[in-house]
């Protein structure tokens, strides 16, 4: 799936360049997405400036990072499209989310907009309340992770020392690690991570210590300290047998790595519609439960 959306973005970034961009903020996931849409900037050529919405200019070109922030009770993605309206962007993509809720802004956005929406309830949501805008059906961004590439990229000198640097991996390590620590599979090598925010689907009195996603919060702004988290998940994924879990970037890349994944829904069905847009039928190893 990189291909189309690398393809998709090559086709988008206009010809005098300069697009800026604007990462998701969330939890670990978010930084997940964040690794991948770097890798893709890589992959065409381009080092897009890293923004926040109060900072878009006048008729400026803008990225908008791909995710799960376009639905309520979020508010990121939704007051970065409203920026785009206020500054009259030339030009404004959305990479792959979804997207519920949030009609009367949908209804205000036109052909400038360009909503890649990673589940196909979310295409038609756009389809109906942004009917003037540009949509399309791709993967969620995680899909397009090179996994290698991300490996030999942290085991560099430069990826280090940019570690040092980066003040919100500084911040945040040692939280991230102890949470890291805590993660042990069963017996039959079985992980579990499950939510315990405002998605989770049931309350689990274990569930907190489970939810490693949370223990790393982050605006996603500086690369080092997303593409060390994305492989420390990485990591902990390949030293187990199977996942059992409603984190859809823990779901992900476990089917990457070809383990038995059991994957169980969040509150408003997000994992269920992106399993069966991007997962069933094309990984037999990711059930929904």
């Known amino acids: 799936m990189q291909n189309k959306i690398d393809y998709i973005l090559k086709n988008w970034l206009p010809a005098e360049g300069g697009a800026l961009y604007f990462p998701n903020p969330g939890n670990a996931g978010d930084a997940l997405i964040a690794t991948a849409t770097w890798q893709c900037f890589d992959r065409v050529g381009i080092t897009p400036r890293v923004t926040r919405p109060e900072n878009f200019p006048r008729h400026g070109t803008i990225i908008l990072g791909g995710g799960g922030n376009l639905v309520p009770p979020y508010r990121f993605i939704a007051d970065a499209l409203q920026a785009c309206l206020d500054q009259q962007v030339r030009r404004c993509l959305l990479l792959p989310h979804t997207i519920r809720g949030n009609e009367a802004l949908l209804n205000r956005l036109d052909e400038r907009f360009t909503l890649l929406c990673r589940d196909q309830l979310s295409l038609e949501h756009v389809r109906r309340h942004a009917p003037?805008?540009?949509?399309?059906?791709?993967?969620?961004?995680?899909?397009?992770?090179d996994m290698p590439v991300l490996r030999q990229r942290t085991q560099t000198l430069a990826h280090h020392l940019s570690l040092l640097v980066d003040r919100p991996w500084i911040k945040r390590r040692k939280k991230w690690k102890r949470a890291l620590s805590r993660q042990r599979p069963d017996g039959a090598g079985r992980?579990?991570?499950?939510?315990?925010?405002?998605?989770?689907?049931?309350?689990?009195?274990?569930?907190?210590?489970?939810?490693?996603?949370?223990f790393y919060l982050t605006r996603c702004e500086k690369r080092a300290g997303c593409d060390q988290v994305?492989?420390?998940?990485?990591?902990?994924?390949?030293?187990v047998k199977s996942v059992r879990t409603d984190r859809l970037h823990v779901a992900l890349p476990a089917t990457l790595l070809g383990l038995e994944v059991e994957i169980l829904d969040n509150n408003y069905g997000k994992l269920s519609i992106v399993w069966k847009t991007s997962l069933e039928g094309r990984y037999p190893n990711a059930r929904m439960a």
């Open 230 to 239: 994305s492989m420390d998940l990485i990591n902990l994924l390949g030293s």
């Open 191 to 214: 992980l579990e991570i499950l939510r315990s925010d405002v998605e989770a689907r049931t309350e689990h009195p274990e569930s907190r210590d489970k939810d490693l996603m949370d």
């Open 132 to 145: 003037r805008a540009r949509s399309q059906l791709v993967d969620d961004m995680a899909l397009a992770l």
